[in-house]
């Protein structure tokens, strides 16, 4: 019942940056966590981050804290993975996930995925 699409991936230098986009189903948006996960070729799918209903609550896997920043608009129906200070490791499709059940923030359980965008940093 909920549509993702994501947006804005691309190939960026090592140490450049790039702004991920998710549009979400307008219906729903307001009521699900929301989040990113990556996927490198490979590998397992990874969670990266997430962000709450409200926008006031985000958590990051360790390997992207201080350079990745989640944020949402709620009005837009658009969550937002700006990232920053990009390497290698950060190669990956990147997926946005919803999650409108969980209701014990900072769990983070989603059932519903964007296509993915394809993220290549170049070293």
């Known amino acids: 019942q909920v549509q993702l699409t994501e947006s804005g991936g691309g190939l960026v230098q090592a140490g450049g940056s790039l702004r991920l986009s998710c549009a979400a189903s307008?219906?729903?948006?307001?009521?699900?966590?929301m989040g990113w996960f990556r996927q490198a070729p490979g590998k397992e799918r990874e969670f990266v981050a997430a962000i709450n209903r409200s926008g006031t609550g985000t958590k990051y896997v360790d390997s992207v804290k201080g350079r990745f920043t989640i944020s949402r608009d709620n009005p837009k129906n658009t969550v937002y993975l700006q990232m920053n200070s990009l390497n290698a490791e950060d190669t990956a499709v990147y997926y946005c996930?919803?999650?409108?059940?969980?209701?014990?923030?900072?769990?983070?359980?989603?059932?519903?995925w964007g296509q993915g965008t394809q993220v290549t940093v170049s070293s």
């Open positions: 307008g219906r729903t948006f307001s009521v699900s966590i």
């Open positions: 996930a919803a999650d409108p059940k969980s209701r014990t923030w900072p769990r983070y359980d989603p059932d519903y």
